[in-house]
């Protein structure tokens, strides 16, 4: 169909909640106070490695109406907060409370009052005596000292992907060259800290609110610490300030059940930032050799990868991110032969996690620096290497992984390259002196869900058409803040035809909605999204067959409307007669397994000036270019996009969680957590190509985690060029860029 003939896609209907959000209506968790709840606070680790040898509460418990639970009164079931459902089977190796803190910010103690300063001048008065061991801070020596972290003796965890004939492929190779990448721990800085409400029911069903991203993850990680079956945990997604994957695991969550079942009383724990930063999770750090070999014209015979991944105290999610990364590295360019190892180490710092692009900003930044690094060795033309290297439509996946679809990488380089100018702008230019300009760019990709991974990937909806013509549907979507319960009933008001105003979409509520495994792996839109599609359709089935009985005519539904013998009917009316008359309710269910999992890809450009005096980078043109299939609400893609180089920004210059040789963070909160405001910001260009992908809502897929992963590479690539550096250590804060510019010229 035409883009211009949809009545709801393409559009940019405003969010439902824009108008609380920006009046200061919209309520958070912490604004909603639960009646005769306690507070709770958590009593941190100062040290990083430190086994507890005393606790003494007795000067706080001295306090009226305080409760406290230490690690002595915790169950001792050791859980993985990443999985989200039975038989996952991911590494547990962490408990709700410890006596053994393995970071600074591990949880030894809750501290519960009436009030939350009350409970937090409670904790305050515990006294712990703590016996500290050595820090575990490097990754590449934590292996050899993983018994002084962990008793379990597991020193790394190990995955990798092969295929083709390597050997043959160096061997038989004009050029070898090789980088090593580090990236960096990063802190996900959403607007709203951690946050959960646990409530005691009748009928022994602990009741849990969060924002978080698997309301059925939670669910089982919850049933699995306190023994009790799946029907007893019910939780609630709460209302959300952010949470670009911080969120995606369990926290705080179990502990505030456990505490509320074991006192019978509802728990309330929130967070400050520098709790959030100390205790929660972090993307990943990285730090990846690479090595290809191509042939004497530039098309690349092999690669081989060598990573290894810091996962902090404990595993959580960081395996599953490094294999993540593997998967990745066959679905941008055509290699035909492979090989990556992935090495996970728990180190004595704040735990990694789920990060937005999930392992994707780490690894193709590693390939992107490297490629341009190895272009310019080499001779070769960045731009079109690129282009004789990247995949072509509807290729496979040679690792074993799904078909990349509709792709349109090229596309999104060769338009990008056009309208930026690139072969009028890639030589670098001198300006007074002390200020470089230089320009670069970097391709990425992403994935739409889990099919053809060893995870499952369903979605289940059901959608009432009630009395009045509106509609509700039943989702277990959790909105995050990128508008997807309006992209939604976008969806649904396209093929039923009801005004989007009338249409209610619902988030999870694991007692009253169907199963879904959440907002994660950029599933939302295309399979979430494609469920809403498919179980509208189903709904305009149904009443059209219904109000056919009704009337004894053929009825049909055309551009919107019930018509029968050419007239329309109203819905509204239609369906009341349908319930009175017939005595059936228009409510249908569905379940959608997706069968294909395309790539969504695009190429940014960065032009940057750097001052060699001072080291710091001005962005000062930004262009993105990305391949979406088709947007179902343009600003929501392109505000996505915005924030998504943001992040990528942060990344490449400034973001950073530096510790000690003793484990002691560096960086606290936000006076030295050098985000990018707005005064720092380009104004980015924007450029979509939309070619409808099969199996998407009318042709729609990926780009809220797609945004952010080629940032940090095409910055970094532009620095490079202004100075003839070969920067790889991210990120490059001003004193690295001092002496990469002192350097210049040697």
């Known amino acids: ?127 712990v005596e703590y016996e500290i061991l050595p820090a575990v801070t490097l990754p590449e020596t934590a292996a050899d000292m993983a018994g002084m972290l962990h008793e379990d003796g597991v020193k790394s965890f190990d995955g990798s992907i092969c295929y083709g004939d390597l050997e043959k492929a160096f061997s038989s190779a004009a050029y ?106 972090t993307r990943a750090a990285v730090r990846g050799k690479i090595e290809t070999a191509v042939d004497a014209h530039g098309m690349i015979l092999g690669r081989s990868f060598e990573l290894t991944v810091d996962a902090g105290a404990y595993l959580t999610g960081t395996k599953k991110v490094m294999m993540a990364m593997a998967k990745k590295t066959s679905r941008l360019y055509r290699i035909p032969a492979l090989s990556y190892t992935g090495s996970v180490v728990r180190t004595s710092t704040t735990p990694a996690g789920a990060c937005r692009g999930y392992g994707s900003p780490q690894i193709h930044t590693i390939t992107e620096i490297h490629t341009d690094l190895m272009c310019r060795r080499l001779g070769f033309d960045p731009l079109q290497f690129r282009l004789k290297n990247l995949l072509r439509e509807f290729e496979e996946d040679l690792s074993g992984g799904a078909n990349i679809g509709k792709a349109r990488v090229i596309d999104c380089l ?58 509700i549907l039943r989702a277990s979507i959790h909105e995050l803040g990128s508008g997807a319960t309006t992209a939604l009933a976008q969806i649904v008001g396209e093929v039923t035809g009801i005004d989007v105003s009338k249409i209610t979409v619902t988030e999870t509520d694991t007692q009253f909605t169907s199963y879904d495994s959440g907002c994660q792996a950029s599933r939302v839109i295309y399979v979430c999204g494609e469920c809403a599609r498919l179980v509208s359709e189903e709904a305009v089935k149904m009443l059209t067959q219904e109000a056919s009985k009704l009337l004894d005519k053929p009825v049909r539904f055309y551009k919107g409307s019930l018509v029968c013998e050419g007239k329309r009917l109203d ?127 009318f042709g729609a897929k990926s780009i809220g985690e797609i945004s952010t992963v080629p940032v940090s590479a095409a910055i970094v690539n532009a620095v490079n060029r202004a100075l003839g550096s070969s920067l790889t250590d991210l990120p490059l804060t001003p004193a690295k860029v001092v002496e990469a510019a002192r350097n210049m010229g040697e």
């Not at 035409?2 to 309520?27: C, E, Q």
């Not at 009052?113 to 937090?120: G, L, S």
């Not at 980088?179 to 409400?197: G, N, Q």
């Open 1 to 127: 169909m035409d883009k211009r003939s949809y009545k709801y896609i393409g559009r940019n209907v405003t969010r439902f909640d824009a108008v609380d959000k920006v009046r200061g209506r919209f309520p958070y968790l912490a604004d909603e106070p639960f009646p005769n709840a306690l507070f709770g606070a958590v009593l941190f680790s100062p040290h990083a490695n430190a086994v507890v040898k005393k606790i003494d509460v007795s000067e706080a418990s001295r306090i009226e109406g305080v409760e406290i639970l230490t690690y002595l009164d915790a169950p001792n079931a050791r859980y993985n907060g990443s999985e989200w459902f039975p038989g996952q089977d991911d590494y547990p190796d962490e408990t709700v409370l410890t006596g053994h803190a393995r970071h600074v910010g591990d949880r030894i103690a809750l501290v519960m009052a009436d009030t939350e300063e009350k409970a937090r001048k409670a904790r305050d008065l515990v006294r």
């Open 176 to 281: 070898i060259e090789s980088d090593t990448v580090t990236t960096p721990k990063i802190h996900h800085a959403a607007m709203e800290t951690h946050s959960v409400l646990a409530i005691p029911r009748s009928g022994d069903v602990i009741e849990v609110r969060t924002p978080c991203q698997i309301t059925f993850g939670v669910q089982h990680s919850i049933a699995q610490v306190l023994d009790l079956p799946l029907s007893k945990i019910r939780v609630i997604k709460a209302n959300m300030g952010g949470t670009f994957g911080g969120k995606q695991e369990v926290v705080f969550e179990v502990l505030c059940a456990w505490a509320a079942n074991k006192l019978k009383r509802p728990v309330f724990i929130n967070t400050t930032r520098e709790e959030t930063i100390l205790s929660t999770r």
């Open 414 to 471: 060769s338009r990008g390259a056009a309208s930026f100018g690139w072969e009028d702008n890639k030589t670098p230019k001198i300006r007074r002196g002390r200020f470089f300009t230089g320009t670069g760019f970097a391709c990425c990709t992403h994935g739409n869900g889990y099919y053809k991974t060893k995870y499952h990937d369903f979605s289940d909806m059901s959608l009432r058409i009630l009395e009045d013509g509106s509609a």
């Open 571 to 697: 819905i509204a009316d239609t369906v009341r007669e349908i319930m009175g008359k017939r005595r059936v309710s228009i409510e249908v269910n569905y379940e959608h397994r997706p069968e294909m999992n395309p790539a969504s890809f695009g190429a940014h450009f960065a032009e940057v000036t750097v001052d060699k005096l001072t080291g710091l980078v001005k962005i000062n043109r930004y262009l993105a270019v990305h391949d979406i299939g088709q947007a179902i609400n343009e600003s929501f893609v392109r505000g996505q996009i915005y924030g998504g180089i943001q992040m990528g920004i942060g990344m490449a210059l400034s973001e950073e969680l530096p510790f000690d040789n003793m484990g002691i963070p560096r960086v606290r909160n936000f006076d030295k957590y050098h985000l990018v405001n707005a005064p720092d910001m380009p104004d980015p260009e924007i450029i979509l190509i939309e070619d409808n992908e099969p199996g998407g809502p």
